[in-house]
């Protein structure tokens, strides 16, 4: 267990269905012998490489616990406390090298940027993904050239995408900023619109979906929709048609809550998988004809988008310094935007010999 906060404030975050837990970073408990002092004075003096005022932000974001419950920094620490320090992620201990990567920053300042990630792109090394991940390409950008790092200035995420989603990310360059990021999102109040494309003709032009997501118990590596809020979390995620071209749907979808492969799952759930979904069997004909022509056209849409049709288009949120909302929107990568173009001469064609 570290006794670094400033190690524990650089960790990222875990993939969005993890951001509404909480996680212990570590845990103290107070001599019996002390005397009150406030807590944000204890834990400085206490912890290693930390500054009151980075314990005053963990204490300010309700990050701070003592015996369970919830302290502001004027709290008098007593003999057998227990102090915990809880954050919406995981700890992380990945040695990081930084790489001259090219980044899609679509805004940046001092205390934060947001970048279009592409898709294939894996946002933090693990798992088989050591290098080429966005994290490595942050590192470079943020200036660790060089340099190798468990927990440097590789910029501190606060949300990821899977990675064959593209779309935008933002990124903390410091603790105030990725607590105050993580809060928002904590409370649901971070803006985030999707693009997808979904196979079948959606019934109603939009429409809620609130079903809680678990992990698949046949699949480590998918999740699905439980009976109810014991076996999953909480998800609801709001869709609104875009375009119809009969036997796929265009559609935004909006999330209140960001649990992992939440749009693909709960788009799988009303039947409607994602269009080249091979996770969620959208990667094989679902809705057409049973003609030799349509499945050529399929697989050539396959060819032409060789993964998920889902963009993070939008992303709104208040900045944590100066606290005005910050909107911004990106361009529809060119492998979907060329698979829409594909869908429209189709359905505008009486037969797929005109399309073709």
């Known amino acids: 267990m570290s006794d670094s906060l400033a190690d524990d404030l650089k960790d990222e975050l875990l993939p969005e269905d993890e951001q509404q837990e909480m996680f212990e970073h570590f845990r103290m408990v107070v001599d019996s012998g002390q005397a009150p002092l406030r807590v944000d004075k204890y834990l400085s003096d206490h912890l290693r490489d930390t500054s009151r005022h980075r314990v005053q932000l963990a204490i300010e974001a309700e990050y701070v616990r003592v015996n369970d419950k919830v302290v502001k920094a004027n709290y008098k620490v007593r003999p057998l406390d227990v102090i915990t320090l809880m954050m919406p992620y995981r700890r992380r201990g990945i040695e990081i090298k930084p790489e001259p990567i090219p980044l899609d920053i679509v805004y940046e300042d001092e205390d934060l940027l947001v970048v279009n990630k592409p898709a294939g792109m894996v946002v933090h090394p693990g798992h088989g993904n050591y290098s080429g991940t966005l994290v ?17 200035r590789m910029g501190l995420l606060v949300h990821r995408i899977d990675k064959d989603t593209s779309g935008l990310l933002v990124v903390a360059k410091e603790d105030a900023a990725q607590i105050e990021l993580a809060r928002q999102f ?11 494309l979904v ?11 609130d079903a809680p997501i ?29 375009e119809r071209f009969g036997y796929v749907t265009l559609v935004e979808c909006r999330l ?9 799952v709960h788009m799988n759930y009303i039947g409607h998988p994602l269009f080249n979904d091979a996770r969620y069997g959208g ?25 998920q049709a889902l963009h993070a288009k939008t992303l709104g949120f208040v900045h944590p310094r100066t606290r005005k909302g910050i909107s911004l929107d990106s361009e529809i990568p060119s492998d979907i935007s060329a698979l829409l173009e594909k869908w429209r001469r189709y359905a505008g064609s009486n037969t797929l010999e005109e399309e073709e």
């Open 199 to 209: 196979w079948g003709n959606i019934a109603d032009d939009e429409g809620t979906i």
């Open 283 to 307: 990667d094989r004909i679902l809705k057409g004809t049973l003609y030799t022509k349509y499945k050529q056209f399929i697989d050539n849409c396959f060819a032409l988008c060789p993964r």
């Open 214 to 242: 678990g992990r698949d118990p046949n699949d480590r590596l998918r999740f699905r929709v439980c009976a109810d809020e014991t076996q999953g979390k909480h998800a609801v995620t709001h869709f609104r048609v875009l």
């Open 136 to 152: 490595n390409a942050l590192a470079y950008h943020l200036g660790r050239q060089g340099e190798e790092s468990e927990d440097g």
């Open 186 to 196: 904590f409370h649901h109040t971070i803006e985030r619109r999707y693009w997808a």
């Open 256 to 264: 209140e809550t960001g649990r992992t492969h939440q749009i693909r």
